[in-house]
């Protein structure tokens, strides 16, 4: 399973703009980048996914590095309710780890009032 | 209505027991997934079933046996249950198995003692 690394935590305000990176050096040609987060005592909730490009959702942007070896998963207005665990995936398209989420350690963000 | 389901939400039972969680997404979704998450937050994959066939299946004692009886429900029986297994499991659901988001349930917390 290709790996991703991230920062174990960082601190926002609230109504600030938050960069989550995300270093994936090993991503192979088909693995789509997908982050999810986790509130506390609740199930991982999807965020925003994307191959090449960059893409925005309701929740989030996610900045796509031009090689593919990192991403930045960007919070424009960081709210009390976005500190959660924040996971950085890549889901591959083909081999023995087909459609895997491989869940790593994460980045905890903590949103200061 | 709750997308990904899961039953008990809460589980206590004794060493040496077999115990089953129930799992049910009324999203259409063809793939599902079971999770387990230690105590150190670990999110590992445990299973994944594509229309009713099992796609993945993870380095799991054999004590632990998923069943699909149809494509909405992923059902984890688990014999001669051990103080290890103590962890939350996480039902989850797609559809397809790339480039598209998973949905996870609530979680259900089993104790074993």
């Known amino acids: 399973d290709a790996k991703t690394t991230q920062p174990n935590s960082m601190e926002s305000n609230e109504e600030e703009p938050v960069h989550l990176p995300c270093n994936h050096s090993t991503i192979s040609g088909t693995d789509y980048i997908h982050w999810y987060r986790q509130l506390p005592s609740q199930g991982p909730e999807y965020v925003i996914h994307g191959l090449t490009s960059n893409v925005n959702n309701r929740m989030a942007s996610l900045a796509i590095a031009e090689d593919r070896k990192s991403s930045t998963l960007i919070l424009h207005r960081a709210t009390l309710r976005d500190a959660a665990v924040y996971y950085c995936i890549l889901r591959a398209a083909g081999g023995t780890s087909y459609g895997k989420l491989t869940f790593g350690q994460g980045t905890i963000l903590t949103v200061h009032p | 209505d709750t997308a990904v389901s899961q039953t008990p939400k809460y589980l206590v039972t004794q060493m040496g027991n077999d115990k089953s969680i129930k799992c049910e997404q009324n999203?259409?979704?063809?793939?599902m997934y079971w999770y387990k998450q230690d105590s150190k937050k670990f999110l590992k994959i445990m299973f994944s079933?594509?229309?009713?066939?099992?796609?993945i299946n993870e380095t799991v004692p054999n004590r632990f046996s998923p069943k699909s009886p149809d494509k909405a429900h992923l059902n984890l029986h688990i014999n001669s249950l051990e103080l290890g297994d103590s962890a939350v499991y996480f039902c989850?659901?797609?559809?397809?198995?790339?480039?598209?988001?998973?949905?996870f349930g609530q979680g259900t917390r089993l104790t074993v003692v």
């Open positions: 999203l259409g979704h063809d793939t």
């Open positions: 989850a659901s797609s559809f397809g198995r790339i480039n598209t988001e998973a949905f």
């Open positions: 079933y594509n229309n009713k066939e099992l796609i």
